[in-house]
Structures are given as C-alpha cells and as structure tokens.
C-alpha cells in the first residue's frame, strides 16, 4: 500500500452549519492507495489501482476541546462521528506560498480515538490525536504556483 503524506497547519474543523468547531491545532492527511499487479501482453505486468482512502491524523490541546465534546455526544448516541468538513493550509517558505485544502466527510474510527489522554511532563502541553478516514477527493481550494527553474 502506497502513502503520500500532506501536513496541515492552521487546520479548522466545521460543522453541518459551516460553523468552526476550535480547538484543532494541526492535521495530516495521508493517501492510501491499494494496487494489484495486472499482466498485459504487450506491457507485461502493470499495476492498477484497487481502492483508495484518506486517512486524517487531527492533533488536538485539551484546553480548547469543542471537538472532543462533539465526539463524545455523537458516540454517546450510538453514531459512528463524522466530521462535515475541514479545511488546512500546507506551507511553502522557499516560495512564500501556501496551499488550501478542503477534505469532506471524515469518519472517525470510535476503536481508535483516545479522548482523554493529557501529557504532564515538563514543557509538554495536553495535545491528543483523533484518527479518520474519508473516501472522497480532497478539494485543493488554493494550489501551490507551477515551479519555475
């Protein structure tokens, strides 16, 4: 299984309203493409793609914790969470330029997500992860400028 990996700073996580929920310090969003080798007459063995999905890493502080609520009622109900809509920047300092994207419909995975989990040692601030996954095609608001030599 193939990875390609986008880190997400100023990430802002929305809800069904187009509201921000705070609290998301950062995210990272990693493609995950599944092959199977074909084999063609001419080309010999090729591979093609089977399935993909975006797996979402969201870093989260204990402080500012709308989210966590937000996934304790859904899971509470008896819902698998899913986050409407969110949104983060990639940044490019040799450029001077960032990327905006937008990933929809991110399904939170209940057996993985650790809520109360607080970190106390030295400098350490409480910063939790929540894991997703989405099937969609992310939607690149603004692109990075075409490189030029």
């Known amino acids: 299984m193939r990875a390609h990996n986008l ?7 929305y809800n069904d309203n187009g509201d921000p929920i705070p609290g ?8 995950k493409i599944q092959s199977e080798p074909v084999h063609r007459l001419r080309h010999g063995e090729l591979e ?16 500012n914790a709308e989210l966590k609520y937000f996934i304790i ?13 969110l949104i983060g ?8 330029a960032y990327e905006r ?13 650790t809520l109360f989990e607080a970190k106390a040692e030295g400098s350490d601030k409480g910063q939790y992860e929540v894991r997703g996954k989405t ?15």
């Open 24 to 31: 998301v310090l950062e995210a990272k969003a990693v493609l």
């Open 73 to 85: 009622d859904e899971i509470t109900k008896g819902k698998t969470p899913v986050l409407p809509m």
């Open 135 to 149: 099937n969609e095609q992310p939607e690149f608001l603004k692109r990075f400028p075409d490189y030029e030599e």
């Open 7 to 13: 880190y997400l700073k100023n990430s802002q996580v």
């Open 101 to 113: 994207v937008k990933l929809t419909n991110i399904r939170l995975v209940p057996e993985e997500l």
């Open 48 to 63: 093609d793609i089977v399935s993909h999905h975006i797996e979402v890493t969201l870093t989260l502080t204990a402080q």
């Open 89 to 96: 920047e990639m940044y490019d300092k040799e450029n001077d």
